[in-house]
C-alpha cells in the first residue's frame, strides 16, 4: 500500500470556479477525514466518513463546500463558487475506528484562488 | 473537547536529546495521547501515541505523568530532518477527530 494519495497537488483557480479534490485512502481504512490548513496554523476538522456514511461537518464547511465518498473507498471534497479565502492546503487522512489509531496524511492538495 | 497546550517553538542542538513538553490538565481516563509532526509542504505524519504507560519506538519516546495532566515528546538524537512543527493532540470522544492546536516549531541547530 502506498498511502493516502491526493490529488491534484497544486490548483489554482479563478474566483467563482468550481474545484474538486480527490483522496484514495489506505483501502483496509474505514475512516476518512477531510482537513483544511493555513499558513502557520494546525489543521482545521472539516468533515469525515465512515465508510460512505459523512458522520460529521464542521462549521467551517459552508454550504459551498461538498463531500462524498461513494461506496466507502476514494472521496472527493468539490467547493463551488470559490473565494480567495478557500485558499488553503486541503489535507485528507484515513485511519481505522477507535481512539487507540492514529491517521494516515496524505500530502494534501495547495489551493490557490485567484 | 479536551485541549493541549504547547510552547510555540524550540530549538535543539543537532544531536542532543529533546524534550517537547505538552500539558492537557483537563484530559479524560479514556483520551489516547498522540502526537503529529509536519514537515513544510507535507501532511502531518504520526510519531507516537499512548495511554497510561511510556511507549517507545524507532522515532521517539512518549513519556505520561501519572496524572496524566502532561507528557512529554523524547527525541533520543535530534537531525536535521527532526525540524518540523510537532502536535501533541487528544483523541475524544464521540467525534473520534483529531484537534489541532499550532503545535511547537522545532529547529535543529547543527
Known amino acids: 500500500d502506498t498511502g493516502v494519495s491526493q490529488n491534484p497537488r497544486h490548483k489554482i483557480t479563478k474566483r467563482g470556479q468550481n474545484v474538486t479534490f480527490r483522496c484514495d485512502p489506505i483501502s483496509e481504512h474505514n475512516r476518512l477525514y477531510w482537513y483544511r490548513q493555513t499558513l502557520g496554523q494546525g489543521p482545521e476538522f472539516l468533515t469525515y466518513?465512515?465508510?460512505?456514511?459523512?458522520?460529521?461537518k464542521s462549521r467551517l464547511l459552508s454550504d459551498r463546500f461538498s463531500a462524498e465518498r461513494p461506496k466507502g473507498s476514494f472521496s472527493t471534497l468539490e467547493i463551488q463558487r470559490t473565494e480567495q479565502g478557500d485558499s488553503a492546503m486541503y489535507l485528507c487522512?484515513?485511519?481505522?475506528?477507535?481512539?487507540?489509531?492514529?491517521?494516515?496524511f496524505g500530502s494534501g492538495t495547495r489551493l490557490t484562488v485567484v | 473537547d479536551a485541549k493541549t497546550t504547547q510552547p510555540n517553538s524550540m530549538e535543539s542542538n543537532e544531536e542532543e536529546p529533546v524534550h517537547l513538553p505538552c500539558n492537557h490538565s483537563t484530559i479524560s481516563g479514556t483520551d489516547y495521547i498522540h502526537w503529529y509532526r509536519q514537515l513544510p509542504s507535507q501532511g502531518p505524519e504520526y510519531v507516537i501515541h499512548?495511554?497510561?504507560s511510556n511507549v517507545n519506538n524507532r522515532m521517539a519516546s512518549l513519556a505520561i505523568a501519572e496524572d496524566r495532566k502532561s507528557s512529554t515528546l523524547i527525541l533520543h538524537r535530534a537531525t536535521l530532518r527532526d525540524a518540523a512543527v510537532y502536535y501533541c493532540i487528544l483523541r475524544d470522544v464521540p467525534g473520534n477527530q483529531f484537534y489541532f492546536g499550532t503545535g511547537t516549531s522545532l529547529t535543529v541547530i547543527p
Open positions: 466518513f465512515q465508510n460512505e456514511a459523512q458522520l460529521e
Open positions: 487522512a484515513s485511519s481505522l475506528t477507535g481512539r487507540a489509531y492514529g491517521y494516515t
Open positions: 499512548g495511554l497510561t
